[in-house]
């Protein structure tokens, strides 16, 4: 039965990673198409993404507006979680709902009220619009982690400190901030990961105004099927496994992951 159960969680996880172990091929391929298995074996079209100033100003641009998003993201989500944590009360649940609809909605609809909204201001096209839709369509993953990083921490210890005299601006600084930085970490980490891999928020954001990788990556497809695309995806994916290792490197893994630790 164990060797069943091992063959069986084998194919499984065989069938999941194909995809990547395609696209993984397909990126070191050393002609100019899209075939697997691939035929010799080139790093150039990684270079095309660093020396190539199209695909390098979109590789610039989706970091910027990822890292911008993502800080966005999570200076809204701390006031609105500190908020909830504070006040314990039934009608405070509907900021919470809120917080987290942008994300809950289909992107499409959340991102056709976006363009919406952008077109009738009249800032349809604006950089800076990307940034403020993705903080907002980003928002509810802090929020989620923050939530479980208040809801960890022991209310008497805040409580001890209000007996010393502390005010709420000290209670926070010293009391609070230190306890929920993790979750702060691994909020912002989730919403910059998140960002720089979304399309069509971005899309119907700025349009063609502003070419973040996935935009430059459709843009690419009407003119052919390069091994830089494939390049791209890996490059996605090292950028996603760096960040979260390093989060749970310097962080605690198990808080991270809104894990309670057992008290001894």
Do not use: C
């Not at 349809?124 to 369509?137: E, K, L, N, R």
Request: hydrophobic share 60%.
């Amino acid at each position: 039965m164990t060797a069943l159960r091992r063959l069986f969680f084998f194919i499984v996880s065989l069938f999941l990673a194909l995809p990547l172990i395609v696209v993984a091929g397909v990126s070191v391929n050393q002609r100019q198409s899209l075939t697997f298995p691939p035929q010799g074996f080139s790093l150039a079209w990684y270079g095309q993404i660093f020396t190539n100033p199209e695909w390098r100003n979109a590789l610039i641009a989706s970091l910027t507006l990822a890292a911008l998003s993502a800080l966005l993201a999570l200076l809204i989500a701390l006031p609105l979680a500190w908020f909830l944590w504070r006040r314990i009360a039934p009608w405070a649940n509907i900021f919470q709902l809120l917080g987290i609809a942008p994300f809950t909605l289909p992107p499409v609809i959340t991102a056709l009220g976006m363009l919406t909204f952008w077109a009738t201001t009249g800032f349809y096209g604006q950089p800076w619009t990307a940034v403020i839709s993705h903080g907002i369509f980003f928002v509810t993953l802090p929020l989620v982690t923050l939530s479980l990083g208040f809801s960890a921490i022991d209310r008497s210890l805040v409580e001890a400190a209000a007996t010393m005299g502390a005010d709420d601006k000290m209670v926070f600084r010293t009391v609070v901030l230190p306890l929920i930085l993790p979750y702060l970490i691994s909020g912002y980490a989730f919403a910059f990961v998140l960002s720089l891999n979304e399309y069509i928020v971005a899309y119907m954001t700025v349009g063609f105004t502003m070419e973040t990788l996935p935009i430059k990556i459709f843009n690419a497809l009407r003119y052919g099927y390069t091994p830089t695309m494939a390049s791209v995806t890996m490059l996605f994916l090292v950028v996603a496994a760096v960040v979260f290792g390093l989060v749970a490197r310097f962080g605690d893994l198990p808080k991270l992951l809104g894990a309670m630790s057992e008290d001894k």
